[in-house]
């Protein structure tokens, strides 16, 4: 349990020590800063703790955005400040300078904090005053028209209660609980009542987590449904499709609403999305093949672009979320467009974002075949790719930025490079100038997949490209991946992989092929979403020790060609399959393990809708 520690004199008729055990503290009162410092030192490390003015007055939001959010070591609102075990040390520093008299009861209340109605002089704002001095990170949750307040005498309290009692607490946290920035269909057409069942799950004790799980097993049985076949199955799988978004928004907003972020959360949030969605490809592709009809090829180039519009996302944003001199006209256009408000919601919808694209999907489903519905995804998701793409190369040309090395090993590591790239880099020593690394990765991705394509199965000119693609691979990670376009050495890899086992199973024309083809590309694609949420989380990039282990991008992608150049496409079939099942065993044990036991401070993605 968390401790709150109620410092200065009790105010009769407050609700603050009500409030505070509403929240999951136990409240212990100080009645001045050194019995609060005793207090301090006697609860256990591993335990959050806070301190809390006796006068605050304001919403009990307010306080729970102040002081129960875990994802930031240190939080603060007016008259109220909370430390994690992490950052128990700094909090302890502090409050000792004051109890030392360190520090000038009052001064430099901290500038980007709420607005205080009355006296700052808390013990609390001290100490929050003397993190921020010493280099603390102290987050302050803008907290809108919800009131924080550590009034200085009557008057000012009775004006603060009326101040608290003319904003309706419970509508401003529902509205908080919505993603910020979101789809137009999620927006207008999902958020307005998957709110309530956020809040109807929140009194219900259910975590986000569950939700999620909920949101993944209601896909799951959307697929199955459609792999029916039937026209009722269809039908009903696009409806469990919506379902299963409805409660994939929900689990979000409840996370907001109850500020339930994890660690696992965020990843089974993140990893769920992109299982459910191709999933349900393969659920379609059984579908229609009980009808006779074959579109397992469709639905692979499906899940091939998706994933690649998902790197191409992922690359320019950890190339330039910190690089400095970061500006552009192109962005400034941008910016000026998102000042008109039609603009907005239109350049949203053509991205494709889930909320849209799942909506046409289940649509697609019930009323089409399978096969019109992938066509139509298929279409829409590359003229996203296009469109997305096209903007991101110009702004980057038009750029004038210095990224970062945290922003290359990040590149590096999405690169997913294996053992031989690595040993022919360092051979090689060769470092290419400016835009020619993206364009050799480009030469290697297109050389292996268009000998792939322009030879029938079993001949040896696929190998040929595949050595081709691990030299010219090996010479675009060489050096520090800093360059203006280097953002898209990682979705030109993904390409390029993905693309050759989807040729190579096409051309070799059995039962079987693509399916395994499907897998093998979903198990890679796993470990490489993995690659980008760990990242994300500030967790690292996968061990070395994995990466070598799946061979990385260009071994597997040899592989893949040597083994149709030497087996019957039969027996490429079972190879297919039998590297996918491996590939899959240990990419999910490993990132399993991880996340399970990761250290990595709880996040919740709040970006653009993927």
């Known amino acids: 349990m968390s401790t709150a520690i109620v410092t200065g004199q009790p105010v009769p008729g407050s609700s603050l020590e009500n409030d505070l055990r509403s929240l999951g503290f136990d409240v212990r009162v100080a009645a001045d800063a050194a019995e609060a410092e005793s207090l301090l030192a006697a609860v256990p490390g591993d335990r959050r703790v806070a301190l809390v003015d006796a006068r605050f007055v304001g919403h009990t939001h307010a306080l729970r955005l102040g002081l129960t959010d875990p994802r930031f070591p240190l939080a603060a609102v007016t008259g109220a400040v909370t430390a994690q075990p992490a950052a128990r040390q700094a909090l302890t520093r502090a409050m000792a300078r004051e109890t030392s008299g360190g520090a000038t009861a009052g001064a430099g209340a901290p500038a980007r904090a709420q607005t205080t109605l009355g006296d700052v002089g808390s013990l609390a704002d001290r100490v929050g005053t003397a993190l921020d001095a010493d280099g603390s990170a102290v987050h302050r949750p803008e907290l809108g028209s919800l009131v924080a307040a550590v009034p200085a005498d009557p008057q000012a309290r009775n004006e603060v209660r009326q101040a608290v009692a003319a904003v309706d607490e419970e509508a401003v946290r529902l509205k908080s609980a919505v993603k910020s920035r979101d789809g137009f269909f999620t927006t207008f057409c999902i958020s307005p009542y998957s709110r309530y069942l956020a809040r109807w799950c929140a009194r219900r004790g259910l975590t986000p987590n569950q939700v999620t799980t909920a949101s993944l097993l209601t896909a799951l049985i959307a697929a199955g449904c459609a792999a029916t076949g039937s026209r009722g199955g269809f039908v009903a799988a696009g409806v469990l499709l919506i379902a299963s978004f409805v409660l994939d928004c929900t689990d979000g907003q409840l996370a907001r609403y109850a500020l339930k972020y994890s660690t696992l959360g965020a990843w089974l949030d993140a990893t769920f999305d992109r299982a459910k969605e191709y999933a349900y490809y393969a659920g379609l592709a059984l579908g229609a093949a009980r009808g006779g009809d074959d579109v397992w090829a469709l639905a692979l180039g499906a899940m091939v672009l998706q994933t690649c519009r998902h790197v191409v996302d992922f690359s320019f944003n950890e190339a330039n979320h910190d690089a400095t001199a970061n500006t ?4 400034a256009l941008s910016d000026k467009l998102d000042s008109v408000g039609w603009t907005v919601w239109l350049r949203r919808m053509i991205v494709l974002p889930i909320g849209e694209r799942w909506a046409m999907i289940a649509v697609l489903t019930a009323v089409t075949t399978p096969r019109i519905t992938f066509y139509v995804l298929l279409i829409g998701c590359a003229f996203a790719a296009t469109y997305t793409t096209a903007g991101r190369v110009l702004r980057s ?36 100038p400016g835009l020619a690394v993206p364009a050799v990765a480009l030469l290697g991705g297109v050389a292996v997949t268009a000998c792939s394509a322009l030879t029938g199965f079993g001949g040896p000119l696929p190998v040929a490209g595949a050595v081709l693609y691990v030299l010219t691979s090996a010479l675009a990670v060489e050096g520090p991946l800093k360059g203006a376009l280097d953002w898209l050495v990682p979705p030109l890899f993904r390409a390029a992989e993905y693309g050759t086992v989807l040729i190579l199973a096409a051309h070799a024309d059995v039962h079987g092929a693509l399916p395994a083809a499907f897998g093998l590309v979903a198990a890679v694609a796993y470990h490489h979403y993995d690659t980008v949420y760990r990242i994300r989380g500030n967790a690292g990039a996968p061990p070395a020790g994995l990466v070598r282990a799946i061979g990385g991008h260009e071994g597997r992608t040899l592989l893949a060609t040597v083994l149709a150049a030497v087996l019957t496409a039969a027996q490429f079939t079972v190879a297919l399959t039998v590297l996918a099942v491996a590939v899959a065993l240990v990419v999910l044990f490993e990132s399993i393990r991880f996340w399970v036991s990761a250290g990595a401070p709880a996040v919740h993605d709040e970006g653009e809708p993927a």
């Open 397 to 432: 040309l038009t750029r004038k930025a210095r990224r970062t090395d945290r922003a290359a090993g990040a590149l590096a590591d999405l690169a997913d490079s294996g053992p031989l790239a690595q040993a022919v880099a360092r051979v090689s020593g060769k470092r290419l």
């Open 328 to 331: 552009s006209p192109t962005a």
